[in-house]
């Protein structure tokens, strides 16, 4: 059997200015949609071009050596991962109350179509992005012939 409770998103016990207003601005994303995995992958554009896709992937706060980047059954996997410190000393140490910005780690998975030319794919990391070219092979390139009128 099924039970229907009723919800009360704003309780008559708090005053709207003081505890509505401080609860909500209070509170993560994850609080309101109730799962954050969407929010620890990062955003990621994809564009194409005659000669290739162009993935970026928006990563600040790592460094190039924390990158891992595969090609296998077709798929293409991004994974990151870096150890942070938390160095706790001196007189002014301090810590997070809350802390909302941060990637420890993540991957990230793309089907790849079968036009990429696996052997020539490159990555640069640079200011927080990750940029991967996924050239096409030539066959797959458009052609252009301009065929004279006799």
């Known amino acids: 059997m099924t039970n229907i409770v ?11 200015t003081n505890g509505f207003i401080n609860e909500f601005f209070n509170r993560g994303l994850s609080d309101f949609i109730g799962n954050d995995t969407l929010l620890s992958q990062p955003a990621t554009n994809v564009t194409e071009n005659d000669d290739a896709f162009n ?12 990158f891992v980047l595969n090609v296998e059954n077709g798929h293409l996997t991004i994974e990151a991962r870096h150890e ?17 910005f941060r990637y420890e780690s993540f991957k990230r998975s793309f089907k790849l179509p079968e036009t990429i030319n696996v052997d020539a794919i490159k990555a640069v990391y640079d200011n927080g992005v990750l940029k991967v070219e996924l050239p096409k092979k030539e066959e797959a390139k458009p052609v252009s012939k301009t065929i004279k009128i006799g």
Not at 6 to 16: D, E, I, L, R, W
Not at 55 to 66: E, I, R, V
């Open 6 to 16: 009723k919800v009360h998103p704003f309780p008559a016990t708090k005053s709207f």
């Open 84 to 100: 942070e410190k938390n160095e706790v000393s001196g007189e002014k140490a301090e810590r997070f109350l809350r802390r909302e």
């Open 55 to 66: 993935l970026a992937l928006a990563a600040p706060g790592f460094d190039k050596k924390d």
